[in-house]
């Protein structure tokens, strides 16, 4: 108890006087809060860019926080307390400043998209969307890791000590973190590559979807039933992927099988109606069109209707199909073209009811034995 002794040597002066101090400090940071911020808003609208607003928005609250710590700092200071509890003070009150400026620019980096595209304005750059989030996170996390490796600093707890020390056990760390450095680097390879960005539609394996987000560890992918789908940016480094979203026209593609009935006349006429309402579709990409007679089986012909529309845009490609699919559908009806029935389901039932029929002559023969050896 003796080092509390120090409580009871306090005056109601030096209580005045300290709570006086923090008073002052206070009111400052009310003053900050109501007026000085609306003050440095107004003197930024003079500027051209909208940093320095989001510089003043990220440091508001710490400023507050600092502000408030600084009071409670110098009014204890003031007390007539040992020097080991005013040693103390002054690490508490220098690692709170140390927090609350890193605290400031952990808050100011989800601004950095503002600095690229001033940059981008002022340059003519394009930036990949996903490269601003990605550089965001990165920036945070070196802020939090020199913001605490200054706070240990200070209370003794040197970072290269710390560093070596973690050495040792290095090897089995980084075995037990291999899955999640190989996100890490999948991930750096995904955004320097640029497959895709934000916003893209994308197919890779059996995953189809529109790229939602893209983390240290993963890529988020909604799909087309709206389910979120979490791909390792390790998986999706190493896959093949097909970015929907960078195509400059979509494919329409038959393949229909028409009876062997059908004769050379029919076939000719069908074809050609069809070539002449693809060629007057002003929406039909005109270098790219095959509509033959592709195949002869022993069971079918087969029609390649395989053309290339100028939208991207899935539903108008989805509309364009649909049309098409009845204008094709009205040409063979015109022509009195059937398609081919499937041989097999054909086949299928006379097979089943030979089969059938010689299970029922198996067991008859199996009764018929059975009932000679029992007379004998």
């Known amino acids: 108890m ?8 306090i005056t109601w002066t030096d209580g005045l006087i300290a709570f006086v101090i923090f008073g002052i ?25 909208p940093i320095d607003d989001a510089l003043i928005g990220a440091f508001r609250r710490p400023i507050n926080f600092i502000l408030l710590v600084a009071g409670l700092y110098f009014a204890l200071i003031y007390l007539p307390m040992p020097h080991q509890w005013k040693a103390f003070l002054s690490l508490v009150f220098k ?12 808050i100011f980096s989800d601004a950095i998209g503002l600095f690229f595209q001033h940059m981008g304005a002022r340059y003519d750059f394009q930036f990949n969307t996903i490269v601003i989030p990605f550089l965001s996170k990165v920036m945070k996390f070196i802020v939090a890791v020199l913001t605490i490796a200054m706070i240990l600093d200070q209370w003794n707890y040197h970072v290269t000590g710390l560093i070596t020390g973690l050495g040792i056990g290095g090897l089995a760390i980084a075995m037990a973190a291999k899955d999640t ?8 390879v995904i955004i320097t590559d640029a497959p895709f960005t934000i916003g893209d539609i994308i197919h890779t394996g059996s995953i189809e979807g529109v790229v939602e987000d893209i983390n240290f560890r993963s890529t988020r992918i909604r799909t087309a039933d709206l389910a979120l789908v979490t791909v390792p940016n390790s998986t999706l480094a190493n896959a093949p992927i097909t970015n929907l979203s960078k195509m400059d026209k979509r494919r329409i593609f038959f393949n229909l099988p028409i009876s062997l009935a059908t004769n050379n006349e029919q076939i000719r006429r069908c074809l050609e109606r069809i070539r002449q309402m693809l060629d007057a579709d002003t929406d039909v990409f005109q270098e790219r069109k095959n509509i033959y007679l592709d195949k002869i089986a022993s069971d079918n012909m087969n029609l390649l209707i395989d053309f290339f529309l100028k939208t991207t845009d899935f539903d108008d490609w989805m509309k364009t199909k649909e049309k098409y699919n009845y204008a094709v559908l009205e040409i063979l009806h015109d022509e009195g073209i059937e398609l081919a029935m499937n041989r097999s389901l054909m086949i299928m039932p006379e097979t089943k009811q030979a089969a059938f029929s010689k299970q029922n002559n198996d067991i008859e023969q199996n009764h018929g034995q059975g009932r000679s050896h029992s007379h004998e």
């Open 95 to 106: 690692s709170s400043a140390i927090f609350s400026i890193g605290w400031g620019f952990y």
């Open 25 to 49: 400090f206070f009111l400052t940071r009310a003053l900050f809060s109501r007026f000085f911020v609306k003050i440095v808003a107004g003197l930024t609208k003079f500027s051209k860019t």
């Open 2 to 9: 003796e080092q509390f002794k120090w409580v009871l040597a």
């Open 181 to 188: 450095l190989s996100n890490l680097f999948g991930g750096i």
